[in-house]
């Protein structure tokens, strides 16, 4: 499958409501005011990809292409889902105002990704094919960080106390009581250091007397991080409970969060899901009132995938319930206390 819909953050823009089922006009495979595809260009598509010995070789992998005198009807449907993909990012960039990232190597690197790293396959396109797959990859990092940036600010002020950065030492084990009782011995006048050497189970930072790099705490899970937040520092916690075991810790250094570009990239991961969740939403909208109709003598229109498919002629359509309504819970939406894919947790105990 060479559609690109395996990029992480556009996997999860889900579809779609109530779509156009009829069809109107034989000279096109896909009417409506997305993904526009006449008849003539679809069939010239299937010829140039079919011709395409790299890719019909090493990105199909065997996926039948030829069908008699035509076409393979799952790879005229694949063919017709990518070109409604692209349609559909394209627009939804456009209407947020958001300009395609700039051509560089990292583009290339993403396309080449979606086509199992075939600089033949790549090759073998025409040059307005190629093109389209380029720009589709151009818009689709600028849409997310766009709707991201907007997010991640006011989720920086509403948390400020995750942005700190703070020098942390912790010890780790597996019990409270354990805990309590390397506490103990710290207050009794045992340095930190050689009861952490001794007891912890993070056997990176415990050789090193339970010392953690200074860091930003968003990179910790949660209860780590609330906890690194709110001591004062240079005084000992009490047992904090994570899903790694019982932690104490001790702050030797704490700097108030400011908004620059790090604190900007911890906040587009804090807000990822819901930014995606934001442009899934949007998409629903845009194409349920886009009469997307699809020419039933190449497939039929699936609205019942994350997003919008086009199953291989013959298929019966499928359709989503009705979408949520604006601020319900999104599944896979992040949940506070749930740890943070940001950073390697320093609290989980390391290699």
């Known amino acids: 499958m060479f559609v690109p819909l395996v990029f992480v953050p556009v996997a999860t823009v889900s579809l779609l409501s109530a779509c156009g089922s009829g069809y109107v006009n034989g000279d096109m495979a896909i009417s409506g005011k997305v993904g526009a595809l006449s008849s003539a260009d679809l069939e010239s598509e299937l010829d140039m990809l079919a011709n395409n010995e790299a890719f019909v070789g090493q990105v199909l992998q065997g996926q039948p292409v030829r069908e008699g005198r035509g076409y393979n009807k799952d790879f005229v449907a694949t063919v017709m889902q990518q070109h409604l993909f692209d349609d559909i990012i394209a627009q939804e960039a456009k209407a947020r105002k958001i300009e395609p990232a700039p051509m ?111 860091t930003t705490l968003s990179t910790y899970v949660a209860e780590f991080a609330a906890a690194a937040a709110k001591i004062p520092v240079n005084e000992l916690s009490q047992p904090i409970k994570t899903e790694f075991g019982f932690h104490v810790l001790k702050v030797t250094k704490r700097d108030k969060p400011v908004w620059n570009e790090e604190t900007k990239k911890l906040a587009r991961v804090k807000v990822n899901e819901e930014a995606i969740a934001e442009i899934r939403t949007s998409i629903k909208k845009r194409v349920s009132g886009a009469n997307i109709v699809v020419n039933p003598k190449y497939g039929v229109l699936d609205t019942s995938q994350e997003i919008p498919s086009i199953a291989a002629k013959g298929s019966k359509p499928a359709t989503l319930p009705a979408a949520p309504p604006d601020g319900a819970p999104t599944d896979g939406a992040p949940t506070d206390g749930a740890p943070t894919d940001a950073a390697p947790d320093a609290s989980q105990p390391s290699n």
């Open 104 to 214: 560089g190597p990292t583009v290339t690197e993403a396309v080449l990704s979606n086509l199992g790293g075939s600089q033949e396959a790549l090759d073998g396109f025409s040059t307005d094919y190629r093109d389209q797959l380029f720009l589709t990859q151009r818009y689709i990092e600028p849409l997310i960080v766009g709707v991201q940036d907007k997010l991640g600010k006011p989720y920086f002020d509403k948390n400020t106390e995750q942005f700190a950065s703070a020098c942390v030492t912790h010890l780790l084990v597996d019990t409270e009581a354990e805990a309590t009782k390397a506490r103990a011995r710290i207050v009794a006048g045992e340095t930190f250091a050689v009861v952490a050497k001794e007891v912890s189970k993070d056997p990176g930072s415990g050789a090193e007397g339970g010392v953690l790099p200074c």
